[in-house]
C-alpha cells in the first residue's frame, strides 16, 4: 500500500470516526434528558400564587378571549392579545368579527401593551386581526402577531350552509385531539363567545366537514403574520393576503417565532381533521420562505396541531405538538432530537434561556380531549437539562372546554403570565411568599 493510500484510508477512518463521534453526541444529548413518560404528571408541588384582576384595562372594555402573551425586551412589560372584548349581549369574543355575514370588522385595537403594574401603555392593531392567535417580541423590540382566521362572509348561524361561506379559523371535523374549532366552540360553551363560526368556518369553502379546509371565500384579511414596530407601525407582512393552504401559505398560523439571528419560524395548522395543515415554515429574516418542515402525522417531524414555538439557549427548536400530547425537540434545519411527553398537552410553551427552564401551559386535556383525562390541565416547570417536572399549577376551574392558560410567557424576575381563552382573562403567577 502506497503512503499516498495509507494517507488516504487513514483520512476516512478518521471521517468515519468524527461523524459517529458527533452522532452519537447529539442522540447522547437527548439520552440525558428524562425519558418521555405517559404516565401523568400531575403530583408536582405547587410554588405560586395566582394575582387575578392585575392587568387593567380601559373603562368600559373588558376582556375576550385571548391566547397570546409574550415579554418586552425591557424583561418587565407585557405584551397581549385579546379578541375585541364584549359583545351587545355582554358575553366575551372569541373573534374581532362585528357582522360575520359581511366580514365587517370591530373598530378596538387589539395588540395591548402593560407596564409592570399593569397599567395598559399602549394599544394598536383596530381593524387588521381577525382571531389574533400567537405572538412573540423580537430580540429589536418589534412585536410580531399571527392570525389564525379570515374574515369570509358566511350564512348566519343556523342558517343554511352552516359557514360554508367561510372557511377561516377552526378544525375541519373530526379527527384526533381536539375538537373542531377547539378553542372558539370552548368559549361559545360558557356562552362566552357566542362564536362557534369557528368551528363552521374550518368545513372548507365548500362546506360539508370531508371538503379540504382552507381560506374562505370572499375574505380580504386573515391568516397572516404581522410584524409591528413597538409604536405599532406594521412593517411586515407574511403571507398571501385572506390566506391560503400548500404550497402557498398560510391556513391557520399558530405562532411566530424570531430566532436571535433574524430567522423566523411559524407554526401552521389548527385542526386534528385527516386533510388538515400541520407544519413549520422557516423564512429568512427579511420574509423570503426557506423551507418548509414536517407534515401531518405521529412520528418524527410530523404534526398534530403545532400549537407554539420556543428556543433554548442552545438554539434547538421547541414544538408544542399539541394534537399528539407532546413536545418535539429539533435542530433549526428540523433535524429530530427528542419528543418529550412529560409536560402534557401542550398549548403554549416558554423557555427561560438564562436558567433553561421551560413553562408548558395545558388547557385542553380531559376537557377539549377527554383520552388525555388522567392528566390535569394547569402549567408545568421543569429544566430542559434533564426534561423533569418539578412544579405545577393546577387548573382550578372544571369547565368542559378549553380551560386555564393557553399561551404562557415569564419575565424576568420569574413571574408567569397565562392567557386564557376559556376564562377570557389575563392571569400573574407569583412565587407564593414574594
Not at 407596564?115 to 394598536?124: T, Y
Not at 412573540?136 to 348561524?157: C, F, I, K, M, S
Not at 423564512?283 to 396541531?305: A, C, N, Y
Not at 418539578?390 to 420569574?414: L, M
Amino acid at each position: 500500500m502506497s503512503r499516498a493510500t495509507r494517507l488516504t484510508f487513514v483520512l476516512s477512518v478518521i471521517t468515519v470516526m468524527v461523524i459517529a463521534f458527533c452522532g452519537t453526541r447529539v442522540y447522547a444529548q437527548a439520552a440525558k434528558m428524562a425519558p418521555s413518560t405517559d404516565e401523568p404528571t400531575n403530583s408536582a408541588p405547587n410554588p405560586y400564587e395566582t394575582i387575578k384582576d392585575f392587568f387593567k384595562l380601559p373603562e368600559g372594555r373588558s376582556w375576550g378571549s385571548t391566547s397570546a402573551v409574550a415579554v418586552d425586551k425591557d424583561g418587565k412589560s407585557i405584551w397581549a392579545t385579546e379578541r375585541c372584548g364584549t359583545g351587545e349581549n355582554g358575553q366575551a369574543k372569541n373573534s374581532c368579527l362585528a357582522d360575520p355575514t359581511t366580514g365587517k370588522m370591530i373598530d378596538l385595537p387589539v395588540i395591548l401593551k402593560f407596564d409592570d403594574k399593569g397599567k395598559l401603555v399602549k394599544s394598536f392593531g383596530s381593524g387588521i386581526l381577525v382571531f389574533p392567535h400567537g405572538i412573540e417580541v423580537d430580540p429589536d423590540g418589534n412585536v410580531w402577531v399571527t392570525d389564525g382566521q379570515d374574515n369570509a362572509p358566511r350564512a348566519p348561524r343556523g342558517g343554511r350552509g352552516g359557514g360554508a361561506a367561510g372557511a377561516g379559523g377552526g378544525a375541519a371535523g373530526g379527527g384526533r385531539g381536539a375538537a373542531p374549532g377547539a378553542e372558539a366552540t370552548a368559549a361559545g360553551e360558557r356562552g362566552a363567545a357566542g362564536e362557534r363560526g369557528a368551528a363552521a368556518q374550518g368545513r372548507g369553502a365548500g362546506g360539508g366537514g370531508g371538503a379540504t379546509p382552507g381560506p374562505g371565500a370572499g375574505a380580504t384579511i386573515g391568516h397572516s403574520v404581522y410584524k409591528f414596530s413597538p409604536d405599532g407601525k406594521l412593517l411586515m407582512t407574511l403571507g398571501k393576503p385572506a390566506g391560503a393552504r400548500e404550497p402557498e401559505f398560510f391556513f391557520q398560523p399558530n405562532d411566530v417565532l424570531v430566532a436571535p439571528n433574524g430567522t423566523i419560524f411559524v407554526a401552521e395548522g389548527h385542526s386534528s381533521a385527516q386533510t388538515a395543515n400541520a407544519r413549520i415554515l422557516k423564512f429568512s429574516k427579511d420574509g423570503k420562505l426557506i423551507k418548509v418542515i414536517g407534515k401531518r402525522g405521529t412520528g418524527p417531524v410530523e404534526f398534530d396541531q403545532p400549537h407554539a414555538l420556543a428556543m433554548d439557549s442552545k438554539g434547538r427548536l421547541f414544538v408544542a405538538d399539541r394534537g399528539n400530547n407532546r413536545i418535539q425537540i429539533l435542530d433549526q434545519e428540523g433535524t429530530f432530537i427528542a419528543e418529550w411527553k412529560q409536560f402534557s398537552r401542550p398549548s403554549g410553551i416558554f423557555i427561560d434561556k438564562k436558567t433553561d427552564t421551560l413553562y408548558s401551559a395545558d388547557s385542553e386535556s380531559g376537557s377539549v380531549n377527554p383520552p388525555h383525562g388522567a392528566w390535569k390541565r394547569g402549567i408545568r416547570i421543569g429544566s430542559i437539562k434533564d426534561g423533569k417536572v418539578i412544579a405545577f399549577i393546577p387548573d382550578p376551574d372544571t369547565i368542559s372546554g378549553t380551560s386555564s392558560a393557553e399561551g404562557i410567557a415569564v419575565d424576568s424576575k420569574g413571574n408567569i403570565y397565562g392567557a386564557e381563552v376559556g376564562q377570557h382573562a389575563l392571569k400573574k403567577y407569583v412565587k407564593k411568599g414574594k
